[in-house]
């Protein structure tokens, strides 16, 4: 076997895997999000109906029934994780007033805001 041969039989698969690798790790970089990003994005987009401090209390939630949820709660956000976050997020909530922000809002606002909602007291307090 040449040296270029045999080098080439080395090099490829730790090529790939640093590659591999390296998408993974930004993978699960954009996925954790921005709270302090999202926080800008939820108050221009969601403190509307579930208040600037998360509490469900926004002015345009007070007259809607079901309420927004209260995301400070933790038996409010019993059993919401970050897969029910984001499928809410961007397909909305049926039965609800919740608007689906898939067309209004990039992958990455929509990581930002779940990086945020984490962040106000009721995520993950409960299960």
């Given at each position: 076997?040449?040296?270029g041969v045999?080098?080439?039989?080395?090099?490829i698969p730790v090529v790939?895997?640093?590659?591999?690798?390296f998408?993974?790790f930004?993978?699960?970089?954009w996925?954790?999000?921005d709270a302090?990003?999202g926080e800008?994005v939820?108050?221009?987009?969601c403190?509307v109906?579930?208040g600037d401090?998360?509490d469900g209390?926004?002015?345009?939630?007070?007259?809607?029934?079901?309420k927004?949820?209260d995301?400070t709660?933790?038996?409010?956000m019993k059993?919401?994780?970050?897969?029910?976050?984001?499928k809410?997020i961007?397909?909305g909530?049926?039965?609800t007033?919740?608007?689906?922000?898939?067309?209004?809002m990039s992958a990455?606002?929509?990581?930002?805001?779940?990086a945020?909602i984490?962040?106000l007291?009721g995520?993950?307090?409960?299960?």
């Amino acid at each position: 076997m040449t040296r270029g041969v045999r080098m080439s039989v080395y090099a490829i698969p730790v090529v790939l895997v640093m590659a591999f690798s390296f998408a993974f790790f930004i993978v699960q970089t954009w996925a954790a999000g921005d709270a302090a990003k999202g926080e800008k994005v939820y108050k221009a987009n969601c403190a509307v109906c579930h208040g600037d401090k998360g509490d469900g209390k926004g002015p345009g939630g007070a007259a809607l029934t079901p309420k927004p949820t209260d995301f400070t709660s933790p038996a409010g956000m019993k059993g919401i994780d970050d897969t029910r976050l984001h499928k809410s997020i961007i397909e909305g909530r049926p039965g609800t007033a919740m608007i689906g922000f898939a067309k209004t809002m990039s992958a990455g606002d929509i990581e930002d805001v779940i990086a945020y909602i984490t962040t106000l007291g009721g995520f993950g307090k409960v299960k």
